[in-house]
């Protein structure tokens, strides 16, 4: 099997973060699915960003196993691997220790949606997971990282709000390619530092209006969006 594209996209999305500002030392990883094949490209564990190829990057399938690769797979795979089989419209996950949003994780605090620049990106807050107990971090932690994620989307879609802040840890975002997740990241990390001045500025300020919430998100997201460029020539 050919896994060059994959890996290639894969290995792109991870030499971005330390760019961006998303990730210091090796805290963080991308990773890309391939539903059809069954697999996964994903960054190997502790490997520098500079010196990540293509070739380096690690092929897991949907069970776990290693396909293809001659380094070990990120310690956080099994946290992405858990998110690709229960999120279905996604392709792409991004985790990192982004510093502002770090810091709504280590108060195990959602992100609340003080404007419209986070209203373009998510539907409302960025939930906060509850923390893991002690039994969980002992028995699978980086599985049961995604479990406690899994269980917070519950009552939430993950394609409206394609972020989390699992707590005393950092975020995960997702998306439809890993350009998409990474910029979910970005954005995220964004809002987190907006907010986070705005509560130092005014403690008791309160989210945006439902309807503005509503207007931001649908025009650029919603089935009448009307965001950006058409396809159409002309």
């Not at 709504?104 to 419209?116: D, K, L, M, N, S």
């Not at 986070?118 to 002992?138: M, N, Q, S, W």
């Not at 979910?184 to 001045?197: N, Y």
Request: proline share 5%; charged share 25%; aromatic share 8%.
């Amino acid at each position: 099997m050919n896994f060059r594209d994959i890996r290639e996209e894969c290995c792109e999305a991870n030499r971005t973060l330390p760019g961006l500002g998303l990730v210091d030392i090796t805290f963080g990883n991308v990773s890309c699915l391939d539903r059809t094949k069954g697999i996964f490209a994903i960054k190997p564990s502790g490997v520098d960003y500079s010196l990540l190829t293509p070739e380096n990057i690690t092929i897991m399938d949907l069970d776990g196993k290693k396909v293809e690769g001659k380094y070990n797979p990120s310690s956080d795979t099994e946290t992405h691997r858990r998110l690709f089989q229960s999120f279905g419209n996604i392709r792409s996950v991004v985790h990192t220790h982004s510093r502002n949003a770090v810091v709504f994780a280590q108060a195990g605090r959602g992100i609340p949606c003080f404007g419209t620049t986070h209203a373009d990106y998510f539907y409302g807050e960025i939930p906060a997971t509850r923390a893991l107990t002690v039994e969980e971090v002992k028995s699978a932690y980086e599985l049961e990282t995604a479990n406690v994620i899994v269980e917070l989307f519950r009552d939430l879609n993950p394609d409206e709000i394609p972020a989390v802040l699992v707590s005393g840890h950092g975020p995960f975002t997702w998306g439809s390619s890993a350009k998409k997740a990474v910029e979910t990241a970005l954005a995220l990390e964004i809002v987190a530092e907006m907010a986070l001045k705005t509560l130092l500025l005014a403690p008791d300020n309160k989210p945006i209006a439902r309807h503005l919430l509503d207007k931001h998100y649908q025009r650029k997201h919603g089935a009448n969006a009307y965001y950006g460029q058409s396809n159409t020539n002309g």
